[in-house]
């Protein structure tokens, strides 16, 4: 190919390379700018407050992991989108098995849908999942993770939580099955 064409060739190329990246540069948003504002990304993170070991819970379909008894997610599995403005009326679906289940049905889960609680502006955080006695469950969104002065609901680290329970601490070392009322 002569010179004067590839070069020729090359500024148009880089012409087509600047029009196409001012193109995005406009003052209005696009409709994936304010959808992108309309919603925050919330990673999902397990609190398990039982004897039992969450071995896998689902939101809204998406994976979150597992849990260890009086354990906190110790990494984020999934995550899922949530209103940036609370209001009145956001439900999840939350799913999950724990070990008691798994021994009656492989592939069994408990199913709740589960109103998420007030909250403020969140920039990053996570969509606290914490699993209780008596398969029941709640969510939190926040900015902040169980222990923090902030946490919603005053939720504490579920280890810390064991630790000013009655026995929990004997029972977390024995090998011993759940206690009666701790699942």
Not at 131 to 144: D, E, I, M, Q, T
Request: glycine share 14%.
């Amino acid at each position: 190919m002569m010179p004067a064409l590839k070069r020729a060739l090359s500024i148009c190329g880089v012409l087509l390379m600047l029009a196409g990246c001012g193109a995005g540069n406009s003052s209005a948003p696009s409709s994936a700018q304010a959808q992108e504002t309309d919603t925050v990304g919330l990673s999902l993170f397990g609190l398990n407050y039982t004897d039992v070991p969450i071995g896998i819970f689902y939101v809204n379909g998406v994976w979150g992991g597992n849990s260890t008894p009086y354990a906190a997610g110790l990494s984020t599995a999934g995550s899922i989108g949530l209103p940036a403005k609370w209001h009145p009326g956001i439900k999840v679906k939350v799913q999950w098995r724990d070990d008691l289940l798994y021994d009656q049905d492989k592939d069994a889960l408990t199913t709740a849908e589960v109103e998420v609680p007030r909250y403020g502006k969140i920039y990053s955080g996570y969509l606290l999942v914490a699993f209780l006695p008596g398969r029941k469950v709640k969510v939190y969104a926040s900015g902040v993770g169980p222990g923090h002065k902030d946490a919603p609901d005053g939720l504490e680290n579920p280890g810390e939580f064991c630790l000013k329970q009655p026995g929990c601490d004997e029972w977390y070392d024995s090998g011993k099955p759940p206690r009666e009322g701790h699942y």
